[in-house]
């Protein structure tokens, strides 16, 4: 029988050359990813990031917590609110989830005692909750090796601009540019729309403020006929929504907590749709009323009405530094959980 003898290898040059190859391929992808705009300033946001940010009310429960979809994540300031008021908020609105479930999670927590701030977009609010309900039972049943895991990544994702969970080479592929479809998809929605921080502090991405077609692209997407998880409720589900809504103030006020809801602006032709499928009157009146909880409307502010948004739905980076500042204002006639020193609203315009 013919024996094969395997020639000699040497190891370390191997590991070397391995080690090469690594470096290369890490190196060109993160030159890549820097080159479409990501940046070591995105910690990027995940059900397990959420999760430690809910663990922070039980932590502190006469916080003030903010739920909701996009809108109040990215157009409002935390860190700029802590400045103002001597207390930062916990950010927990989640993009594209209504804040149903969330805040029926807090008013079943007896811990929670604190300022609740409802962001209230009628689309998604409205909606069938997205993945709130699942991040909330995740949140609960968190295993221990992602909490312990979560430093370590928080550590690269700020010395590595590529560690961004929508931005893998498969997802990077998904969402390349097919002019000719027009089906929701991966291929013609937006990647990335956001970059958070510390604590979950989210702002608009400079690429859609930047890039006119991306932004175009963003947009559209907003005026395609819902997701499953976004369809409109019926209005028997309506109805059953409002008092499950009324219910959970109730709970959180009885323990001696608030709660406000905020519209966030929108415009045409979004604001329209949402107008058209949610009229104030049969939705915002109508929760308000049953919930007899005060709420802000942006068009019924004059500071707030003239600001606009960047894609129909977000407020710019910049724009999210006045905004926040006259929320806070609003927000400080309402509740006296909101203090600090007034002078330094003015201060910080």
């Known amino acids: 029988m013919a024996e094969r003898v395997a020639p000699p290898i040497d190891w370390v040059r191997a590991l070397l050359v391995a080690l090469l190859v690594i470096a290369l391929g890490v ?40 739920v909701g979809s996009s809108r109040l994540m990215f157009d409002v300031d935390t860190l700029l609110w802590g400045k103002l008021t001597g207390r930062q908020p916990i950010q927990l609105a989640r993009e594209g989830t209504s804040p149903r479930p969330v805040l029926a999670d807090l008013a079943k927590d007896p811990k929670v005692r604190g300022l609740v701030v409802v962001g209230y977009d009628p689309l998604v609010f409205w909606g069938r909750g997205g993945s709130a309900v699942s991040l909330v039972k995740e949140a609960k049943d968190e295993p221990l090796f992602k909490r312990l895991g979560l430093p370590i990544f928080d550590r690269l994702a700020g010395t590595f601009a590529f560690l961004d969970g929508r931005m893998d080479p498969q997802g990077w592929l998904e969402h390349l540019d097919v002019p ?43 005026l395609l006929p819902p997701p499953p998880w976004a369809k409109p409720l019926t209005k028997a589900e309506k109805d059953k929504a409002i008092a499950e809504v009324a219910r959970d103030v109730r709970l959180i006020r009885a323990r001696g907590g608030e709660v406000v809801f905020v519209r966030s602006p929108s415009d045409p032709p979004l604001i329209i749709i949402e107008d058209k499928i949610h009229p104030r009157s049969q939705s915002w009146e109508r929760l308000l009323a ?60």
């Not at 990813?33 to 070591?40: I, K, N, S, V």
């Open 290 to 349: 049953a919930t007899r909880a005060p709420g802000i409307y942006w068009q019924d502010d004059p500071v707030l009405r003239q600001m606009h948004t960047v894609e129909l739905s977000h407020l710019s980076r910049s724009d999210r530094t006045p905004f926040t500042i006259r929320l806070v204002e609003l927000l400080r006639t309402i509740t006296p959980r909101i203090s600090g020193d007034r002078t330094k609203v003015s201060q910080s315009r």
């Open 180 to 222: 000719q479809r027009t089906a929701r998809g991966g291929f013609n929605q937006p990647w990335k729309l956001s970059e958070s921080g510390a604590g979950r502090n989210s702002w608009m991405w400079s690429r859609v403020e930047t890039d006119a077609a991306y932004r175009k692209r963003a947009a559209s997407i907003w």
């Open 27 to 66: 190196g060109a992808w993160e030159a890549k990813m820097r080159a479409e705009g990501l940046t070591t300033a995105d910690l990027g946001d995940s059900n397990v990031q959420w999760a430690r940010e809910r663990r922070r009310v039980d932590a502190d429960p006469n916080a003030t917590v903010i």
